[in-house]
């Protein structure tokens, strides 16, 4: 009889419930950068130890995403980074599905391009760490199997008088070839974090789009189109 309660007790365990993703970013370390902020709100020399740090915490961050990404969605990126010209787009593929299917839930109606800039990325902001753990590990993939690129700040001084996003911060950066006088800019994190900023209303477009996978494509082969194309 105690056998057969037994047997009847286990059957009656409920399933153990898979952690959201809001959940998992509970415990998600956040991104400490030096200092907070863009353009004219920080001096070129703090975007310069924003820079140092990132090259120092790199593998660390590749680690925390990839991490994040098995245990959540069960995705490999080691084969990716190991072989860029030819798993990378895969990758940014299955990244593109997995932010379809899982960030919805992370949308909040403060998300906004200046609420992002002027982020410590900690806190309920959380999602900006991860935002930008994507973003270093889509162009990791871009860098790793395009050594023209190369992680920098955007220095461009008309950028900045104009106050583009960019100005001051981490992006890619390619020198310029032909005519051109300025080095080609890939804002990576601001393309990633767009997707967070509109997924409560532009999801299925991006999802079908699949410009994660297109930017790492293009810029792979040597294509620069600008960010302002993936997003």
Known sequence: ??????????????EPVAPTLAGRLASYPPYDAPHVGWGRAITLAQAEENLAHLKTVLPQRLAVVGQLLHDDAGIDIEPALAAPMEQGPVLAGVLNRWAGERWPALHARRFALDHWLASARAGVDIAYSLALDVALLLGELIVRGNPAWRWNIDRDKKNLREGMASARRLVLLADPVGGESWPFVLDVEDVVVNRLLTIDHLNETLTRMDNWRRMVEDSLRGVTRGDTTYL
Not at 3 to 14: E, M, Q
């Open 1 to 14: 009889m105690f056998d057969r309660l037994s047997r009847a007790l286990r059957r009656a365990k409920p």
